[in-house]
Each structure stands twice: as C-alpha cells, then as structure tokens.
C-alpha cells in the first residue's frame, strides 16, 4: 500500500538513549528515555520535554556496531541530533520525537612551516 522511501532499515529495538537540549520555551534539559527504534541515520524515542522541529538534541546511545557509520566503533555513540518530527501521544505530557544523526565534521589542520 505505501511504498517504503527510508534510504536505511529501522530496527525496532528500546535501547536507552540520554538526551540534552532546551525545550520549547529555551529551557536547558537532559532526559534518558529508551529508542522505539534506530537506524543508522537516525532515532525515534519519546521525550516528557516538549521541543521545536528543527532543534538540536545531544544524544548518547549504545548503538549496535552493525548501526554504527564510523571506522571506529565506541561503547556509546555521542552524536547531534537534528529532529525531524515531533509529535504528541495519547500519553499527556509525552513527545514523541525523530531525530536525523548530524554527520561529524572532522577538521584536518596542518602546519605552514
């Protein structure tokens, strides 16, 4: 019926992820709360602290090496998330929220001499 456009597979998987940022009214927060599901570019979780699409949100997981797009896996994978989506649940006071994973920016710099 609808024709699947992710360019990665989701995985269903409720792994704990902590989360940092500032809410709608510019409150700095940090949560934890657990994934509805990942993919390598991205996460789907629920969050208590209402935010704005197109905020960015600290984000710590344990993500699975298979998930991971670095050379150099970690234990826990630090990265932005950029979020995408933000929508109200049947729970009051309960965000659910999709995050898009900020590509790292590695800067090489070297000497003039």
């Known amino acids: 019926m609808f024709e699947e ?6 995985v269903d998987v409720n792994i704990p992820i902590r989360v940092k940022g ?3 009214w510019e409150n700095r927060f940090e949560e ?3 994934s509805i599901n990942v993919s390598s ?6 969050l208590k602290h209402e935010i ?9 997981l344990p993500l699975p090496r298979q998930l991971q797009k670095s050379v150099r896996p970690r234990t826990v994978y ?3 998330g950029f979020v995408i989506r933000v ?16 590509a790292a920016n590695i800067k090489h710099y ?4």
């Open 52 to 60: 704005k699409s197109g905020s960015m949100l600290e984000l710590s």
């Open 78 to 80: 630090e990265t932005i």
């Open 22 to 24: 500032a809410d709608v």
């Open 41 to 46: 570019e991205g996460a789907c979780f629920l």
């Open 87 to 102: 929508e109200v649940t049947a729970k009051p006071e309960t965000f659910r929220v999709a995050v898009k994973f900020r």
């Open 32 to 34: 934890v709360t657990k």
């Open 5 to 10: 456009r992710r360019r990665q597979k989701r």
């Open 110 to 113: 070297r000497s003039e001499s």
